[in-house]
């Protein structure tokens, strides 16, 4: 099966600062990769669909990028409502696979 | 408005057995291809089990392959996931979860959008 990692596993920033945090696949996913946030004790809510698609209503900040089996969420201004853990997950085929996490809280 | 409503969860003894439901309203059910997600108590998630629209294909995590089964019923517009043999290991929140867009000629979207509640199952003796 085809692994996915994450890095960081947790980060501190502050307000305003640009983040972006990488997530990996052990074999070639192709775009099938989806961002998730999950805020504290909350569902978790799709971000980023196709490797770089941006789900309808959320905010222009986050973006996705792809390089080969190495995928970037990126927020441009880090705001007090990001404070989540992000997830990637991959669905090329089953087993849809998600990543271990990434923490993002403020400085 | 969609929404996904689990219920079934509590607390039931290793090696016994609980059947979740997800009650989906607000869509048409049966265009969807549905998923279980989980995830342990200060862990992250973890996909379960997936359907297809039609039911006639289920996709499982190996873990749980042989001791779950999703299944849905269209004319109810609900999903289910029966788990039997149960182990500590499957304590978790069960997420319920439609796929991003309808399934188009068998394909599934694969990602998740939106997510239930999810419902609470310990396993504990």
């Known amino acids: 099966d085809i692994q996915m990692t994450q890095s960081p596993s947790s980060l501190s920033a502050s307000v305003g600062d640009r983040v972006t945090i990488t997530c990996r696949a052990s074999?070639?996913?192709?775009?099938?990769l989806a961002w998730y946030q999950q805020k504290p004790g909350k569902v978790p809510k799709v971000l980023i669909y196709?490797?770089?698609t941006l789900q309808s209503g959320v905010p222009s900040r986050f973006s996705g990028s792809a390089s080969g089996t190495d995928f970037t969420l990126t927020i441009s201004s880090l705001q007090p409502e990001d404070v989540a853990t992000y997830y990637c997950?991959?669905?090329?085929?089953?087993?849809?696979?998600f990543g271990p996490g990434t923490k993002v809280d403020i400085k | 408005e969609v929404q996904l409503v689990e219920s079934g969860g509590g607390l039931v003894q290793p090696g016994g057995s609980l059947r979740l439901s997800c009650a989906a309203s607000?869509?048409?059910?049966?265009?969807?291809?549905m998923t279980w997600v989980r995830q342990a108590p200060g862990r992250g998630l973890e996909w379960v089990a997936s359907?297809?629209?039609?039911?006639?294909?289920?996709f499982y995590v190996d873990s749980v392959e042989g001791r779950f089964t999703i299944s849905r019923d269209n004319a109810k517009n609900s999903l289910y996931l029966q788990m039997n043999s149960l182990r500590a290991e499957d304590t978790a929140i069960y997420y319920c979860?439609?796929?991003?867009?309808?399934?188009?000629?068998?394909?599934?979207?694969?990602?998740?959008?939106?997510w239930g509640q999810g419902t609470l199952v310990t396993v504990s003796s």
């Open positions: 997950q991959k669905y090329n085929s089953a087993p849809f696979t």
């Open positions: 979860a439609r796929d991003g867009r309808i399934t188009i000629l068998g394909v599934v979207a694969g990602w998740f959008d939106p």
């Open positions: 607000g869509f048409t059910f049966s265009e969807y291809s």
């Open positions: 074999q070639g996913i192709s775009n099938y």
């Open positions: 196709a490797a770089s």
């Open positions: 359907i297809k629209q039609d039911g006639n294909e289920k």
